[in-house]
């Protein structure tokens, strides 16, 4: 498959880093890992993805900034371009010998994602989506689920766990939600729930609580193969609110609303 310029340098370096963990996963009871804070652990793999990635970007696009979740923010002599990379998603399945986690590489050009790479080495998954090019996984295009019933629809979500998420506020929405789907599912890498929405293997999705570095990717991918997505008022503000609700326009409409629905006394 014939892909652009960009794209190229983005699969590479996400392949490269993907290529590492998938090595270090092989060995992830020899890891050394360090407390970033409860459940949330940063291993040394994590920290080498990055910097694979770093390099390669650095080197192929000298000049743009980088949000990465190790490293923060670095800003560039280009302002107009930011990579938002996570080089790890889904660390606590990668800790535990569960095969799902990602390398999530996006670019943003001034304040717009332009293009998105979630790769899965355990799989050998690589979705790409580049503004106005579609989504692909592999060389096959990708396209959201069609179902515009919410009982039919199997939906992803993330669950708070210790230390992390408003625990109260989930509850509510998982009471709102389960009722009226045919399944829920919790798969532990944000980056690859919205590219699973993407290939229309979910049918919807959402999670609060997230970093851009989680999402950027995987937005463009459900953007790129037909589907919607916005935070929990509707808004554009995911990068910044780490909120998210995604599907195909039906279903993004009516899980907005049910994820959304006050609590009756
Ligand atoms: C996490 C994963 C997970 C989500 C968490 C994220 P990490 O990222 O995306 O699915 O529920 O909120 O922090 O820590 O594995 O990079
Ligand atoms: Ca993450
Ligand atoms: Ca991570």
Redesign the pocket.
């Known amino acids: 498959m014939a892909r652009s310029a960009l794209l190229n340098v983005m699969v590479q370096a996400a392949m490269k880093a993907g290529r590492s963990l998938s090595r270090d996963f092989g060995e992830v009871q020899n890891l050394q890992v360090s407390m970033k804070g409860p459940g949330?652990?940063?291993s040394q793999a994590?920290r080498k993805a990055e910097d694979i990635i770093f390099a390669e970007l650095s080197r192929a696009r000298p000049g743009y900034g980088f949000l990465m979740?190790e490293r923060g923010a670095v800003s560039g002599d280009d302002d107009q371009h930011r990579w938002i990379v996570?080089p790890?998603?889904?660390?606590?399945?990668?800790l535990h010998g569960i095969p799902l986690?990602s390398v999530s590489v996006a670019l943003e050009r001034q304040g717009q994602i332009v293009a998105g790479v979630v790769y899965n080495p355990a799989m050998d998954e690589l979705y790409t989506a580049e503004r106005g090019g579609g989504a692909f996984v592999n060389d096959r295009r990708l396209r959201v689920a069609a179902r515009t019933k919410l009982t039919d629809t199997v939906i992803g979500c993330?669950?708070?766990h210790l230390g992390?998420?408003h625990h109260g506020n989930f509850l509510i929405e998982l009471r709102n939600v389960m009722g009226e789907v045919s399944g829920i599912r919790?798969?532990?890498?944000?980056?690859?729930?919205l590219a699973y929405v993407a290939a229309g293997r979910m049918d919807g999705f959402w999670?609060t609580?997230?970093?851009a570095?989680?999402i950027a990717a995987g937005i463009l991918l459900i953007r790129e193969a037909g589907g919607f997505v916005s935070d929990v008022g509707g808004g554009q503000t995911m990068l910044e609110s780490g909120a998210v609700v995604a599907g195909n326009e039906a279903i993004h409409r009516a899980l907005l609303k049910t994820v959304t629905k006050p609590l009756k006394a």
């Open positions: 949330d652990y940063v994590d979740e996570d790890l998603d889904g660390t606590t399945n990668f986690f993330g669950v708070p992390r998420g919790r798969m532990g890498s944000a980056a690859l729930d999670e609580g997230l970093s570095w989680d």
